[in-house]
T-cell receptor, first 113, second 116 residues
């Protein structure tokens, strides 16, 4: 049982380049989330999805886009990468329900130079 | 608005001793869940323990227990008999319920170092 799989694990981009981070879960979770983690700032929500075909903005959505065409996949896109987007990105998924926490992916370390 | 506060950016504890990591939360809802996650230096996020707002007993999972004081809105994590492998960052999080987003709100984290 894979849980939540993020690809790639590491990436270096040049400013202005684009890329897509893929998150795949095999637990039939309804909810999926993208966070970024920066030193001293904890985890900040970028975008999230409460079901296939739906997405919504989190607290730091600027510069990112997402899609959830299939229930098991949640894609995070950077159209024109900026150095400020250097971060560790985590995908998470969850069942709906108060007692269910997140299952996290292993993270993607992105550096924009 | 929901908020999680972890006031201890960093802590040290001697191996085999107990340590308490503080977490206070702010919510106007009666129904919510509280979670603790561990992030070792390898980077993955590991779920440790859950406490529901209506749970009468404090949650326990092995060496982890949650000291839940509802009136004070605190949900401190207690690690008994610390081990070197407990050195990590620890995050407290909350989810209000009902919710149409299921979002967890995270604190800033506490870095714990266990000394041999």
């Amino acid at each position: 049982n894979a849980g939540v799989t993020q690809t790639p694990k590491f990436r270096v981009l040049k400013t202005g380049q684009s890329m897509t981070l893929l998150c795949a879960q095999d637990m039939n979770h309804e909810y999926m989330y993208w966070y970024r983690q920066d030193p001293g700032m904890g985890l900040r929500l970028i975008h999230y999805s409460v079901g296939e075909g739906t997405t919504a903005k989190g607290e730091v959505p600027d510069g990112y886009n997402v899609s959830r065409l299939k229930k098991q996949n949640f894609l995070l896109g950077l159209e024109s990468a900026a150095p400020s987007q250097t971060s560790v990105y985590f995908c998470a998924s969850s069942y709906s329900g108060a007692t269910y926490g997140y299952t996290f992916g292993s993270g993607t370390r992105l550096t924009v130079v | 608005a929901q908020k999680i506060t972890q006031t201890q950016p960093g802590m040290f504890v001697q191996e085999k001793e107990a340590v308490t990591l503080d977490c206070t939360y702010d919510t106007s809802d009666q129904s919510y869940g509280l979670f603790w996650y561990k992030q070792p230096s390898s980077g993955e996020m590991i779920f440790l323990i859950y406490q529901g707002s209506y749970d009468e007993q404090n949650a326990t999972e092995g060496r982890y227990s949650l000291n839940f004081q509802k009136a004070r809105k605190s949900a401190n994590l207690v690690i008994s008999a610390s081990q070197l492998g407990d050195s990590a960052m620890y995050f407290c999080a909350m989810r209000e319920w009902p919710s149409n987003t299921g979002k967890l709100i995270f604190g800033q984290g506490t870095t714990l170092q266990v000394k041999p």
